[in-house]
C-alpha cells in the first residue's frame, strides 16, 4: 500500500528523483490491470497560471473575512490597512514561491520544497496535515460560505438553520467531487470561465462602490481610526482572516512540472496576479463601507446580502444574481475543482515518494483524472463540514496553513546558504523571505496565546505526524499478513476504481 520510501538524505537536488518505481502489486492470478502510461499534460501557459491564481484567491473569502478583520482590528481604517498589509505580505510570499518555483522544478509545492530543504520528515508532516486537516477544513469552510449565500435569499424574514446549510453545502461538495472524477478538460475549461466572471463580479460590487464615494456618501469614513482599539490578541486573529482571503498564490507551484517556460511564466503570473487582486481586494471593501457602517457589517453574518444587494439592485437587478452564481461557488470549485492541478499533484508526489499509499498517486486510465485522490477527500470534507462553525474552521486551518508556510519560505533562506550554487533564474531580496517567515511564525506564535483552544488542537493533530511517518514509512518490518492485506486492497482499488500509474510515477 506504501511503496518504500525514498532515500533519506538530499544530494544535488535530486531527492525527489526516488526510487518507486509505480508497478502494480499482483494479485496470484497476475497483474489485475493494464499498466498504460497516463501523463498530465504540460500545457500552463502564462494566462493559464494568472487564471488559476486569480481564480483560486477570489472567492468566498472576500465575503467571510471582513467580519473577521473588523471584529479583531476594531476599526474601519485599521481594517482597510490590515487588508493592505495582507495584500503586500501574500505578494512577498508568492515571490518567494516564485523563485522556488524556479529553482526546483518540480510539483507538489509546499510539500516539494519542505522535502528539499529539510528532508522527509518534516515534509510527511506537511502532506499528513494537509489530507487530514487543511484540505477537509479549508473546502468545508469555503463550501459553508456558499451554502449560506444561496439559502439567504429564501430566509430574508428568518434564521437559517445550520442543518440546511450543511445539507445543501454537501449537495454541493458531492457534485463537485463527481465532475473532478468525471473530466480533467471540463474543469480546466469551467475554472477559466469562472475566473474571468469572478472578476466581472468584483468589478458589479467596486462600481457601485465608487459611484457612491463620487456622490459623497463618506459618512462611514469619518474618524476612520475611531472605535475599539486593535488588541495584541485580536491582530493576529485579524491577520488569519486577511491571509485567508488571499490565499491561492501559492497553488500554481503545486504544478510546476506543467507550466511551460516556468523561469518566465510563474514569476510574471504572480506579479499580475497578486497586484490585481489586492487592489481589487481593498477597493471592494471600500464598497462595502460606502453602504453599510460597522456596527451593521459586524451583525451581519452574510456581509454582501446587507451591503451590494442593498445598493446593486438600484443600478442592475440581474448583478446580485450574477455575483451569487459565481464568485462563492467559483472558490469552491477551484479550490477542489481541477483536480490535476493544487492539492491532489501534492498527493501525486508524495505518493511518489513513498509517502502516501500507492494508489493516490494513480490516474483514472480513460479518463485521466486523479480519481483516488479527489475520492479520499470526500468524507474527510464530509466530517469537517458537519463538526465546526466557520470562523472556527478558519482559525483551526490557518494554523497548519502558515506554519507550514512560514517554514517553506525559512527554508528558501536555508537552500540560499546549503547550496548556494542552485541555478536560481528568479532571485528575491533577502529582506523578502525573511520579512514574510517571520510574520507567519510570529502570527503561528501569538495564536497560540490569543486562541488556545482551535490552534492547540491543529498543533496537537500535526504532531500525530511524527508518530505516523515512523509507523508507516520507516518501520519496514510489518507482518507479512498485514502487508498482503494492504497490497490486496490496493490492487482491487485499482480494479474498481479503473486507475494506473501516471507517466511520471513509472519514470520516478
Known amino acids: 500500500m506504501f511503496r518504500k520510501a525514498a532515500v533519506t538524505t538530499v544530494s544535488n537536488g535530486n531527492y525527489l528523483q526516488g526510487q518507486a518505481n509505480g508497478r502494480l502489486p499482483s494479485m496470484d492470478s497476475g497483474q489485475p490491470a493494464q499498466e498504460g502510461k497516463v501523463v498530465l499534460k504540460k500545457k500552463v501557459t502564462l494566462l493559464r497560471g494568472?487564471?488559476?491564481?486569480?481564480?483560486?484567491?477570489?472567492?468566498?473569502?472576500?465575503?467571510?473575512?471582513?467580519?473577521?478583520?473588523?471584529?479583531?482590528?476594531?476599526?474601519?481604517?485599521?481594517?482597510?490597512?490590515?487588508?493592505?498589509?495582507?495584500?503586500?505580505?501574500?505578494l512577498?510570499?508568492?515571490?518567494?514561491?516564485?523563485?522556488?518555483?524556479?529553482?526546483?522544478?518540480?510539483?507538489?509545492?509546499?510539500?516539494?520544497?519542505?522535502?528539499e530543504a529539510f528532508g522527509p520528515l518534516p515534509a510527511f508532516v506537511r502532506v499528513w496535515v494537509e489530507l487530514l486537516i487543511i484540505r477537509p477544513a479549508a473546502t468545508a469552510?469555503?463550501?459553508?460560505?456558499?451554502?449560506?449565500?444561496?439559502?439567504?435569499?429564501?430566509?430574508?424574514?428568518?434564521?437559517?438553520?445550520?442543518?440546511?446549510?450543511?445539507?445543501?453545502?454537501?449537495?454541493?461538495?458531492?457534485?463537485?467531487?463527481?465532475?473532478?472524477?468525471?473530466?480533467?478538460?471540463?474543469?480546466?475549461?469551467?475554472?477559466?470561465?469562472?475566473?474571468?466572471?469572478k472578476l466581472v463580479a468584483i468589478l458589479i460590487i467596486i462600481v457601485p462602490g465608487v459611484i457612491?464615494?463620487?456622490?459623497?456618501?463618506?459618512?462611514?469614513?469619518?474618524?476612520?481610526?475611531?472605535?475599539?482599539?486593535?488588541?495584541?490578541?485580536?491582530?493576529?486573529?485579524?491577520?488569519?482572516?486577511?491571509?485567508?482571503?488571499?490565499?491561492?498564490w501559492f497553488y500554481l507551484n503545486f504544478v510546476t512540472e506543467e507550466v511551460e517556460n516556468p523561469e518566465k511564466n510563474?514569476?510574471?503570473?504572480?506579479?499580475?496576479?497578486?497586484?490585481?487582486?489586492?487592489?481589487?481586494?481593498?477597493?471592494?471593501?471600500?464598497?462595502?463601507?460606502?453602504?453599510?457602517?460597522?456596527?451593521?457589517?459586524?451583525?451581519?453574518?452574510?456581509?454582501?446580502?446587507?451591503?451590494?444587494?442593498?445598493?446593486?439592485?438600484?443600478?442592475?437587478?440581474?448583478?446580485?444574481?450574477?455575483?451569487?452564481?459565481?464568485?462563492?461557488?467559483?472558490e469552491k470549485n477551484q479550490g477542489t475543482f481541477c483536480p490535476h492541478l493544487f492539492p491532489t499533484r501534492m498527493f501525486f508526489v508524495?505518493?511518489?515518494?513513498?509517502?502516501?499509499?500507492?494508489?493516490?498517486?494513480?490516474?483514472?486510465?480513460?479518463?485521466?483524472?486523479?480519481?483516488?485522490?479527489?475520492?479520499?477527500?470526500?468524507?474527510?470534507?464530509?466530517?469537517?463540514?458537519f463538526n465546526g462553525d466557520l470562523y472556527s474552521l478558519l482559525n483551526f486551518l490557518s494554523f497548519a496553513r502558515w506554519l507550514f508556510i512560514g517554514l517553506v519560505v525559512a527554508g528558501l533562506i536555508y537552500l540560499r546558504y546549503k547550496r548556494p550554487d542552485m541555478p536560481r533564474p528568479f532571485k528575491v531580496p533577502l529582506f523578502i523571505p525573511a520579512l514574510f517567515s517571520f510574520?507567519?511564525?510570529?502570527?503561528?506564535?501569538?495564536?497560540?496565546?490569543?486562541?488556545?483552544?482551535?490552534?492547540?488542537?491543529?498543533?496537537?493533530?500535526?504532531?500525530?505526524?511524527?508518530?505516523?511517518?515512523?509507523?508507516?514509512?520507516v518501520w519496514d518490518k510489518k507482518p507479512k499478513w498485514f502487508r498482503k492485506i494492504l497490497d490486496r486492497v490496493t490492487v482491487t482499488l485499482q480494479i474498481l476504481l479503473e486507475v494506473v500509474p501516471s507517466e511520471e510515477d513509472q519514470k520516478s
Open 266 to 330: 510563474i514569476p510574471l503570473a504572480i506579479c499580475i496576479s497578486m497586484i490585481i487582486v489586492t487592489v481589487g481586494y481593498v477597493l471592494t471593501n471600500v464598497a462595502y463601507f460606502t453602504t453599510i457602517s460597522a456596527g451593521e457589517l459586524l451583525l451581519s453574518k452574510a456581509v454582501a446580502v446587507v451591503s451590494y444587494r442593498r445598493k446593486i439592485q438600484s443600478y442592475v437587478p440581474a448583478a446580485v444574481v450574477f455575483v451569487d452564481t459565481f464568485l462563492f461557488p467559483g
Open 50 to 90: 494568472i487564471s488559476i491564481i486569480i481564480g483560486t484567491i477570489i472567492g468566498a473569502g472576500i465575503f467571510i473575512s471582513p467580519k473577521g478583520i473588523l471584529k479583531n482590528t476594531g476599526s474601519v481604517g485599521m481594517s482597510l490597512t490590515v487588508w493592505t498589509v495582507c495584500g503586500i505580505l501574500s
Open 439 to 473: 510574520t507567519c511564525l510570529f502570527m503561528v506564535a501569538l495564536s497560540l496565546y490569543s486562541d488556545p483552544v482551535n490552534t492547540g488542537i491543529g498543533f496537537a493533530i500535526t504532531l500525530t505526524g511524527v508518530p505516523a511517518y515512523y509507523l508507516f514509512i
Open 350 to 385: 508524495a505518493s511518489r515518494e513513498g509517502h502516501l499509499p500507492e494508489i493516490l498517486s494513480m490516474i483514472h486510465v480513460r479518463k485521466h483524472t486523479p480519481l483516488p485522490a479527489v475520492i479520499v477527500l470526500h468524507p474527510l470534507t464530509m466530517i469537517m463540514l
Open 212 to 248: 457612491q464615494l463620487i456622490k459623497g456618501e463618506t459618512q462611514h469614513f469619518k474618524n476612520a481610526f475611531a472605535g475599539n482599539d486593535a488588541s495584541v490578541m485580536g491582530l493576529p486573529l485579524a491577520f488569519y482572516s486577511g491571509m485567508y482571503a488571499y490565499s491561492g
Open 141 to 197: 469552510v469555503i463550501s459553508l460560505a456558499f451554502g449560506r449565500y444561496i439559502l439567504e435569499p429564501f430566509f430574508m424574514q428568518c434564521e437559517i438553520p445550520e442543518l440546511a446549510i450543511k445539507l445543501i453545502t454537501a449537495v454541493g461538495i458531492t457534485l463537485v467531487m463527481v465532475l473532478n472524477s468525471t473530466s480533467v478538460s471540463w474543469s480546466a475549461r469551467i475554472q477559466i470561465f469562472l475566473t474571468f466572471c
Open 92 to 115: 512577498f510570499g508568492a515571490l518567494c514561491y516564485a523563485e522556488l518555483g524556479t529553482c526546483i522544478k518540480k510539483s507538489g509545492g509546499h510539500y516539494t520544497y519542505i522535502l
